[in-house]
C-alpha cells in the first residue's frame, strides 16, 4: 500500500493491524514500561483502572474520598459493610 503511514509496520498481506507498533521509538514508548510493585493497594487500582474504569473516574473517586466528613456516615449499611470487609483485607498483616 502506498498511501500507508510510513511509521507503521506492514504486516501480513499488506494489511495493516491495530497491534502493530511503531517502527521508531516515541516519547510514548517510553512510557510503556514494565513496573514491579508488590502493594495489594496498587494491584487493585492497575486492575480497576485497566479493566473496569477510567483513571479520570477513579481520580474523581479518590477526590470525593477526600472531601468526605470522618468519620462519614452510609445509608447502605450492607453495602458499607460490605467495604469495610474489603478494606480490610487491604490492611491486614500477611
Not at 11 to 17: A, E, L, T
Not at 33 to 62: C, N, P, Q, W
Request: glycine fraction near 4%.
Amino acid at each position: 500500500m502506498s498511501s500507508c503511514n510510513p511509521y507503521w509496520k506492514e504486516v501480513g498481506c499488506g494489511r495493516w493491524k491495530a497491534t502493530c507498533r511503531p517502527t521508531e521509538a516515541k516519547e510514548e514508548d517510553q512510557k510503556m514500561k514494565t513496573v514491579t510493585d508488590s502493594r495489594d493497594l496498587v494491584a487493585f487500582f492497575y486492575l480497576l483502572m485497566r479493566d473496569h474504569l477510567t483513571s479520570g473516574k477513579v481520580e474523581t473517586i479518590m477526590d470525593q474520598v477526600k472531601d468526605l466528613n470522618h468519620p462519614a456516615e452510609y445509608s447502605n449499611g450492607f453495602l458499607a459493610e460490605h467495604a469495610q470487609e474489603l478494606a480490610d483485607m487491604f490492611l491486614k498483616d500477611k
